[in-house]
């Protein structure tokens, strides 16, 4: 019941019909993975999140045999070029992890709806309180709930939503199959994480904005990648499809992997890589 209480409040937030959690993140994937067969073809963004990338490549592609291609999605074009006959899923993530590259989400959806492939839009970097790929024509969204859903760095969880009903009985089938499910408690700390998501997400959009044009002015800082700024390549994309830029930056430290170092082990507050979204980043800036 605690379970079903948290898809009921996901499929509410991501504007969707249907909704199931699992384990993982990468347990949503694979189930979801479950759905093809050998000899399928799947786009893939290219810098896509790693753990997604690991089992893309030695799972799915080396020993299961799908066909997969990763591309640069920012522009359209690369995602036609891939395309193929067997061509079945589309695999966005927006912005992606780490380097904050923006996709156009309703120009990926258009396009595959035409060729009738489905598509995967893994909102974990950005949240659905800032974005909702579902109203852009995404089939499915992805979000691992351990970052800005659970929001206080203490749960592992993942979630798909969706609108269609046999893709509902089908993903239930494969994640009860599968097993990737989660427990009552993380269930209860995600529906924890709900209720304060617009407020830890609005603070969190505020330091996040802030910190990157102070980064950008940083003599120190070779360059800083942030949605909200408008030096970013993808920032009309930002200003268009997401709610606000979010709390996901990038920056590269002048001085190379030593300077880089030294500010890494300098680091009081963000100790933890899975901690994006939590309680941590919502200290007033």
């Known amino acids: ?17 249907y909704s199931i959690a699992f384990a993982s993140g990468c347990g949503a994937m694979t189930a979801l993975l479950h759905l093809f ?8 963004c290219d810098d896509v999140y790693g753990g997604t990338q690991r089992y893309m490549r030695l799972f799915s ?16 074009e690369n995602v036609q ?10 695999w966005v993530e927006t912005p992606t992890n780490p380097t904050l590259k923006l996709i156009d989400l309703e120009a990926i959806a258009k396009l595959a709806k ?15 309180y800032l974005q909702s790929p579902l109203l852009l024509g995404i089939d499915i969204s992805l979000n691992s709930c351990t970052k800005y859903i659970g929001g206080h760095s203490d749960v592992v969880m993942g979630v798909l939503v969706f609108n269609c009903e046999k893709l509902y009985k089908e993903l239930f089938l494969a994640a009860k199959s599968i097993g990737a499910c989660p427990s ?16 830890r997400t609005m603070q969190i959009c505020r330091n996040g904005y802030h910190l990157a044009h102070f980064l950008e002015k940083h ?12 030096s970013h390549p993808q920032h009309e994309i930002a200003r268009k499809q997401m709610r606000g830029f979010g709390g996901m930056i990038s920056f590269l430290i002048k001085g190379g992997l030593e300077q880089a170092s030294k ?6 507050v963000f100790t933890l890589a899975e901690s994006l979204g939590g309680v941590e980043g919502i200290f007033k800036a």
């Open 184 to 199: 009552p408690f993380d269930s209860y700390l995600c529906i924890r994480g709900l209720k304060t998501l617009e407020v």
């Open 263 to 268: 500010f890494l082990r300098a680091v009081k």
């Open 61 to 76: 592609k080396e020993k299961f045999g799908f066909e997969i291609d990763f591309v640069d999605m920012t522009n359209i």
């Open 219 to 230: 003599p120190l800082v070779e360059k800083t990648i942030y949605p909200g700024l408008k």
């Open 1 to 17: 019941p605690t379970r079903a209480a948290f898809e009921k409040a996901m499929s509410s937030l991501e504007y969707g019909k």
């Open 114 to 128: 035409e060729k009738n492939i489905l598509t995967v839009g893994d909102n974990t970097f950005c949240n659905p």
């Open 81 to 90: 070029k891939a395309i193929k006959p067997t061509t079945k899923m589309i």
């Open 37 to 44: 067969k050998t000899g399928d073809h799947f786009v893939v």
